[in-house]
Nanobody, 119 residues
Framework: VQLQASGGGVVQPGGSLRLSCAASGTGRNLAMGWFRQAPGKEREFVAVSSWGGGTTNYTNAVKGRFTISRANAKNTVYLQMHSLKSEDTAVYYC??????????????WGQGTLVTVSS
């Protein structure tokens, strides 16, 4: 399984970005989600979605600002980020696994995409 993430960039505080991640090389229905790693910090969970999108979960720091969604025909996951703060600056990693329960330790990882929130 290969995960290809895109959509990072530089944005001002209060701005918005949308990250995308497409999975290839599998016919399985995958749970997918996002983690991030800020400079000097450990990688942390951000958001996760079941394959059908019916179950989602977010870290408290992004609730109400970030939305995870799916395009299952393409085994793709999106992360819409609004009201971005400087503390959201991090490398964002797409991840996938066979089911949402195993997303605590995902089986598959994509390359990171850098999000920088700065004025």
């Amino acid at each position: 399984v290969q995960l290809q993430a895109s959509g990072g960039g530089v944005v001002q505080p209060g701005g918005s970005l949308r990250l995308s991640c497409a999975a290839s090389g599998t016919g399985r229905n995958l749970a997918m989600g996002w983690f991030r790693q800020a400079p000097g910090k450990e990688r942390e969970f951000v958001a996760v979605s079941s394959w059908g999108g019916g179950t989602t979960n977010y870290t408290n720091a992004v609730k109400g600002r970030f939305t995870i969604s799916r395009a299952n025909a393409k085994n793709t996951v999106y992360l819409q980020m609004h009201s971005l703060k400087s503390e959201d600056t991090a490398v964002y990693y797409c991840a996938a696994s066979g089911n949402i329960a195993t997303m605590t330790s995902p089986a598959y990882w994509g390359q990171g995409t850098l999000v920088t929130v700065s004025s």
